[in-house]
């Protein structure tokens, strides 16, 4: 459950709620919590300080709703193959490093633990997309396409880590090129990877 606000009566307009979510990550990644404020949002939306209301009460619900829409799409997906499998968590972690919303996440790495609501969503969102990526690397186990004693801790620390570091270190004026192509960069990783834990 999310901490969305709805006022009884209003239909809500989908495309309002995405431009009002986009509005908040892009503040909150520029201006930090502090910064951060229901009428801010909504100039940067482009919409009336009142639609921001009828659809959340307090500032932390709106940030709540808006990590969640934006940025929860790490799931425990089964393409079939642990190479394809590492793949797609490999570009979600490129995605969310080199793309749009890579100055909110900075943000919430060093800022949600203090901001009331927001902190113990972001940690149950997190936890859960552990959980997921490890049932990925155990699935492949079970299946044999890797050693049964490959370590999945740091099998995703060295996939999620290289996927984090090689974003987070992509000059500025390279970036956009990088989150053009994370397929591409994904699959050379994912490679590498499974070279050095796959059973002869």
């Not at 190479?83 to 979600?92: E, Q, S, Y």
């Amino acid at each position: 459950m999310t901490a969305t606000h709805v006022t009884a009566g209003r239909p809500r307009d989908p495309d309002v709620d995405r431009r009002i979510a986009q509005a908040a990550l892009d503040l909150f990644g520029q201006a930090g919590w502090s910064g951060f404020s229901m009428e801010a949002v909504a100039r940067r939306a482009g919409v009336g300080k009142a639609s921001v209301y009828l659809r959340w009460s307090t500032k932390e619900a709106l940030l709540t709703d808006a990590v969640t829409m934006r940025l929860a799409r790490v799931a425990d997906a089964d393409t079939g193959t642990l190479r394809g499998d590492l793949t797609k968590l490999a570009v979600h972690m490129l995605e969310l490093y080199a793309g749009r919303d890579s100055q909110a996440v900075l943000r919430l790495h060093v800022e949600a633990a203090a901001i009331p609501g927001v902190a113990e969503h972001y940690a149950q969102m997190r936890h859960a997309q552990v959980l997921a990526a490890r049932a990925i690397v155990r699935r492949g186990i079970d299946r044999g396409e890797i050693a049964a004693d490959t370590s999945v801790t740091l099998l995703l620390d060295t996939l999620i880590g290289g996927a984090m570091m090689h974003a987070m270190v992509t000059p500025d004026d390279r970036r956009a090129d990088l989150a053009r192509s994370t397929g591409a960069y994904a699959a050379q990783l994912v490679s590498f990877l499974l070279r050095a834990v796959t059973p002869a």
